[in-house]
């Protein structure tokens, strides 16, 4: 059984800093390119980033939102993707997502999802 | 910057059709950008539906299906029922790993 569960979320304050887990199981970790995405409350989905795979030198990009604040990372030994997020904004409060991405042959399409984890920013 | 466009609102009574569309502001859509469909229930994570223009996900009715029409990749809804109203977001795939969702269609069945 596949199985994405995020972890790390909480109250954290304006210019403050989160790391966020997604442990993955049920699937080749080592392989998949896995992205996060965000959703504010009663608002749509939001691309945050992704990680490629060693074979793709872990190349990540970052929606423009985040980038420059938050950094995506992996431990393929851990089976486990992370993200990190600085210099927190109360606008970066939302459920973020972790979700793996099928990109072989013709398909690109995200077919794993986790639960999510809430992260809130206030003072 | 893309922005990729989603009616935001869309009605439909038990047993109709009803297709939603998913947009670019500038260009067309095609089977390129790889179109996906994502469900989502309150407080549920997305499901996916439909990927690459026109593919059923493993165990999605077949009441469900996509297509290109015209500039844009749909979603129709055929028998629609009444556990299908739910928010109903596009995804297209830009390259280099980046990915940009719609704004959402909320879909009521009534």
């Known amino acids: 059984e596949v199985q994405l569960v995020e972890s790390g979320g909480g109250l954290v304050q304006p210019g403050g800093s989160l790391k966020l887990s997604c442990a993955a199981s049920?699937?080749?970790?080592?392989?998949?390119?896995m992205h996060w995405v965000r959703q504010a409350s009663g608002k749509g989905l939001e691309w945050v980033g992704h990680i490629r795979s060693k074979t793709t030198n872990f190349a990540t990009a970052y929606a423009a939102s985040v980038k420059g604040r938050f950094t995506i990372s992996r431990d393929d030994s851990k089976n486990t993707a992370y993200l990190q997020m600085n210099s927190l904004k109360t606008e970066d409060t939302a459920v973020y997502y972790c979700?793996?991405?099928?990109?072989?042959?013709?398909?690109?399409?995200?077919?794993?999802w986790g639960q999510g984890t809430l992260v809130t920013v206030s003072s | 910057q893309t922005v990729v466009t989603q009616e935001p609102s869309f009605s439909v009574s038990p047993g109709g059709t009803v297709t939603l569309t998913c947009g670019l502001s500038s260009g067309s859509v095609s089977t390129s950008y790889y179109p996906s469909w994502y469900q989502q229930t309150p407080g549920q994570p997305p499901r996916t539906l439909i990927y690459?223009?026109?593919t059923r996900s493993s165990g999605v009715p077949d009441r469900f299906s996509g297509s290109i029409l015209g500039n844009k990749a749909a979603l129709t809804i055929t028998g629609a029922q009444a556990d299908d109203e739910s928010d109903y977001y596009c995804a297209l795939y830009m390259g280099s790993g980046i990915v940009v969702f719609g704004g959402g269609t909320k879909l009521t069945v009534l």
């Open positions: 690459n223009t026109n």
């Open positions: 979700t793996r991405i099928y990109a072989w042959g013709s398909s690109r399409h995200f077919d794993y």
């Open positions: 049920g699937f080749t970790f080592s392989g998949s390119a």
